[in-house]
């Protein structure tokens, strides 16, 4: 037993001795952040949606495409991280419109309009947390180590490893959270703040909000 702990405590000193020697490598990655091209489609599901005469579905998007920064060594090769290129904001807006409203009708165009709504408030959360999206990919950036490989033919995965490990930093989960949240209070706002009077001056409109 005395054996096998102490071949064991030899056999992993080396590779964090390796591990210890990338870090003077450690690069400050250069982020740099988009938002991507967004699309609306509105549709009419063949049932009734609910009260409310419509709906967004909004389709977020955090994509990081890394540069990896590699130094071969003694025995190796450090791999860490040089640049990071975020596209992060929304791609996509499903507009839902209840089938009671007949295309291009007033009530119709009037629940659009509400929706539009929605859609700006969703595309103002990144655009007024611009510097909060800087700060997170950064903050989880500079804590991310160089990694180690051996041999050439892992170097690929870990890159991927890296990328692994920006998604799922702390600070990138809590920067999720944050939209989230942000996107939850600014749509209760336009709903709390709607009167339905635009909707109810429309003549082909017979339903009540």
């Excluded at 804590?143 to 930093?169: R, Y």
């Excluded at 702390?170 to 944050?178: A, E, F, M, S, T």
């Excluded at 749509?187 to 909000?209: P, R, Y």
Aim: net charge negative; proline share 3%; hydrophobic share 35%.
């Amino acid at each position: 037993m005395f054996r096998f702990y102490l071949f064991l405590f030899f056999s992993i000193l080396p590779i964090t001795s390796f591990a210890d020697d990338c870090l003077g490598y450690k690069l400050t990655p250069k982020i740099t952040i988009k938002t991507p091209t967004w699309n609306k489609q509105v549709v009419q599901p063949l049932q009734h949606i609910d009260v409310l005469h419509g709906d967004v579905i909004a389709t977020l998007v955090d994509n990081y495409e890394i540069t990896g920064d590699i130094t071969s060594i003694e025995d190796g090769f450090c791999v860490g991280l040089k640049n990071i290129d975020a596209i992060i904001g929304y791609s996509d807006f499903l507009v839902q419109i209840d089938i009671s409203h007949k295309p291009d009708s007033c009530s119709y165009n009037a629940v659009l309009s509400h929706e539009d709504e929605h859609i700006r408030a969703y595309l103002s959360v990144i655009d007024d947390n611009q510097d909060l999206l800087k700060q997170s990919i950064s903050s989880a950036a500079d804590s991310i180590t160089p990694i180690f490989v051996k041999e050439e033919k892992d170097i690929e995965s870990a890159l991927d490893k890296l990328n692994e490990q920006i998604q799922n930093h702390p600070d990138i989960v809590l920067l999720k959270q944050h939209i989230k949240a942000e996107e939850e209070i600014r749509n209760k706002h336009i709903d709390q703040n709607e009167t339905g009077e635009t909707l109810k001056k429309c003549s082909d409109f017979q339903g009540v909000l």
